[in-house]
C-alpha cells in the first residue's frame, strides 16, 4: 500500500484519549429543540410547518430549494411553537431561520419505508437522499445527492474515498463511529458503490487510531474495499490531502476532485446514508464529541436543534479555566457567543477550551520573512504573499496566487513566530472577493434590465406608430387633382399680375 506525502502539514498535540476511552451514549431527550433551516450548504429549506402544528420524529419540516439544498426534519415528536429568527452557531452570533419544537417526549415516529436502492433509477435514488437530508457530516455539510450526480465531471468514477482520517485534535467522534458501527458505514458504502460506480474504493484513516483500522478492516472483508492507514498528521484529513496521500492525484486549482476521477465522502455520511435507505430514517442526529475543560468528555449520539449548554452540563458542566467554547477543534473551529446555540449537522464537537489550549493572543508583529508558513502549508501556497496582497486589499493579485485554494486549515497562524492572524486575513479577502463579485453581478443584472427597457420601449414606439400608418385613409386621385387653397390663390395672383403687365390687352377689351 503505497502513499504519496502531501506538502507541509503539521505535527500536533492530539488531545484524542480525552473523550475517545467510553463508548458512545445517547443524550437525553430535550425539553425544547431549536431546529435551523439552514444545516447545509446552498438555499435554506423552505418551512413546511406553522405555529401550533403537530409534528412526528422524522417528519419533513423544511422543503429543500434548487437543486443544491436538503430537506430538515423533526428530530422527535411535539409541538411546533415558533418559526423564527434564533441564533445559531456562527462566528458572526448571527440569527437565522429555525423551527422550535415543544418536545411531548413520546418519540412517535412517523411511518418509515426502507427503500429497495437496487432496482431505482439513479435520479430517483438521489432525490430519496435529497429528502432525507443526507450531507457531509465532516464539517462542510454539503448536500451528498449533489456529489452522488457525476453528470458533466467524468465518464467514470476512478476512486471513491471514505474520509476517516479525523485529523483534529480533540475531536473523536468518526472514530468512536468507525469503532462501534463500522458494518452500517460499510453498508452506506454499497450503496454510494452501487450508485458511483469507482473502479476502487479507499478508506482512509490516521495511523493513531488502530481500533477503527480494525473494526473497519474486519467489516469491509470479501468487498474489495481496501482500508488504508495514513501518517497521523495535520489536515490529512482534507479532501485535497487524503486524494493525495492515496491516489497522489491532484485537483486543478479552479476544479473539482470529480474533474480526475475522485469523489470522496466522510465515514458519518455513509453511516446516515445506511440509516436513510435501510431505515428510512432521515438524517435527525448525529455524534458529537464533547471535551476540553469539562468533568466528562465523551461522545453524545444529539438530537438535532438541542442547546450546547444541556450537552455541556450532561457531560458534569464546565470545569475551571475555561477561556472559550469553540464548535470544531482549535485549529479549523470558530468561538461562540453563547451555549444555548443550537446543534446543526456541521456540530462534529464541542470544545471547552482553557487558555493552554489556544494560541495565546498577542498583539501581530511585523513579518520577519521566515518562511514558516510556506514550509507548512498543505496546499503548496505563498502565505506571505497572500498575506500581504490581502493586508493591501490587492484582491486581483491574491488570486493571482491563488488565494482560494486556502482550506484555512490555520497551520501557517499556528507556525507564525510574529503572531500574525494570516487565516484571518484570507478569510477576509475571500469576503471582499465575493461581496465584489455580488455587487459586479448586481450592476451587471441592473445594466441588462436597463438596456431591455430601452429596448422595449423603442419597440413599442415603433409599433404604435406602424398602427397610426396603418389608421390613416388612403388619398383618392379626384383628391389629389383638386387644387389647394393655396394653389388657386398663387394662380389668381399671377393672373392679376399678368393684367397689370399688359394695359393695350386691357384697352381693347374695353373698347
Not at 198 to 225: F, H, N, Q, S, W
Request: with cysteine; net charge neutral; charged share 25%.
Amino acid at each position: 500500500m503505497r502513499l504519496f506525502p502531501f506538502h507541509g502539514g503539521l505535527k500536533t498535540v492530539r488531545h484524542k484519549t480525552e473523550s475517545n476511552r467510553q463508548a458512545i451514549r445517547a443524550a437525553a431527550l430535550p425539553k425544547r429543540l431549536i431546529v435551523p433551516l439552514r444545516q447545509h450548504v446552498g438555499a435554506i429549506a423552505k418551512p413546511l410547518v406553522k405555529t401550533g402544528d403537530p409534528v412526528l420524529k422524522g417528519q419533513r419540516i423544511g422543503q429543500p430549494d434548487g437543486y443544491v439544498s436538503a430537506a430538515v426534519h423533526a428530530p422527535t415528536s411535539g409541538v411546533v411553537i415558533a418559526v423564527d429568527q434564533q441564533p445559531v452557531p456562527h462566528p458572526s452570533g448571527m440569527t437565522d431561520w429555525c423551527v422550535s419544537i415543544e418536545v411531548d417526549g413520546e418519540e412517535r415516529w412517523i411511518e418509515r419505508c426502507p427503500v429497495d436502492y437496487q432496482h431505482l433509477h439513479p435520479s430517483d435514488l438521489r432525490n430519496v437522499v435529497r429528502n432525507a437530508g443526507v450531507v457531509g457530516l465532516g464539517g462542510a455539510v454539503f448536500p451528498s445527492a449533489v456529489k452522488m450526480n457525476l453528470s458533466g465531471h467524468c465518464e467514470r468514477l476512478e476512486h471513491l474515498i471514505l474520509n476517516g482520517a479525523e485529523c483534529e485534535p480533540w475531536m473523536t467522534c468518526d472514530d468512536r463511529l468507525m469503532r462501534e458501527r463500522a458494518p452500517e458505514i460499510v453498508a452506506g458504502i454499497h450503496i454510494l458503490a452501487h450508485l458511483l460506480a469507482p473502479r476502487e474504493v479507499l478508506i482512509g484513516i490516521e495511523d493513531d487510531k488502530p481500533e477503527a483500522i480494525a473494526a473497519m478492516a474486519a467489516a469491509c472483508a470479501g468487498t474489495g474495499y481496501e482500508v488504508r492507514p495514513v501518517p497521523t498528521r495535520y489536515p490529512s484529513g482534507g479532501v485535497k490531502q487524503l486524494t493525495k496521500l492515496l491516489t497522489n492525484k491532484e485537483a486543478p486549482t479552479d476544479g473539482r476532485s470529480t474533474d480526475i476521477g475522485v469523489q470522496c465522502f466522510n465515514v458519518a455520511t455513509a453511516y446516515t446514508l445506511h440509516r436513510a435507505i435501510h431505515h428510512g430514517e432521515p438524517v435527525i442526529s448525529r455524534i458529537v464529541t464533547v471535551t476540553g475543560h469539562v468533568k466528562q468528555p465523551q461522545n453524545l449520539e444529539v438530537l438535532l436543534g438541542t442547546p450546547f449548554a444541556e450537552l455541556i452540563a450532561e457531560s458534569g458542566g464546565y470545569q475551571d479555566g475555561v477561556q472559550r467554547l469553540i464548535m470544531g477543534g482549535p485549529l479549523m473551529g470558530f468561538a461562540l457567543h453563547d451555549d444555548r446555540v443550537p446543534v446543526t449537522k456541521a456540530t462534529n464537537c464541542i470544545l471547552a477550551a482553557g487558555a493552554e489550549d489556544l494560541a495565546l493572543e498577542q498583539p501581530a508583529m511585523p513579518c520577519i520573512r521566515c518562511g514558516a508558513c510556506m514550509d507548512v502549508c498543505p496546499a503548496d501556497l505563498l502565505p506571505q504573499q497572500l498575506y500581504w496582497h490581502a493586508r493591501a486589499k490587492e484582491f486581483d493579485k491574491a488570486q493571482d496566487y491563488h488565494l482560494f485554494s486556502c482550506i484555512e486549515c490555520g497551520c501557517c497562524s499556528y507556525v507564525c513566530p510574529s503572531r500574525i492572524p494570516l487565516v484571518q486575513y484570507y478569510r477576509y479577502a475571500k469576503n471582499e472577493i465575493w461581496a465584489q463579485e455580488k455587487e459586479k453581478q448586481k450592476a451587471e443584472l441592473a445594466r441588462q434590465r436597463h438596456q431591455a427597457r430601452l429596448e422595449r420601449l423603442e419597440r413599442e414606439k415603433q409599433e404604435r406608430e406602424a398602427k397610426l400608418r396603418q389608421k390613416a385613409p388612403p388619398r383618392s386621385d379626384a383628391a389629389a387633382e383638386k387644387p389647394t387653397p393655396t394653389a388657386s390663390i398663387a394662380h389668381a395672383k399671377e393672373a392679376a399680375s399678368s393684367a397689370a403687365d399688359s394695359p393695350t390687352e386691357a384697352i381693347a377689351r374695353d373698347a
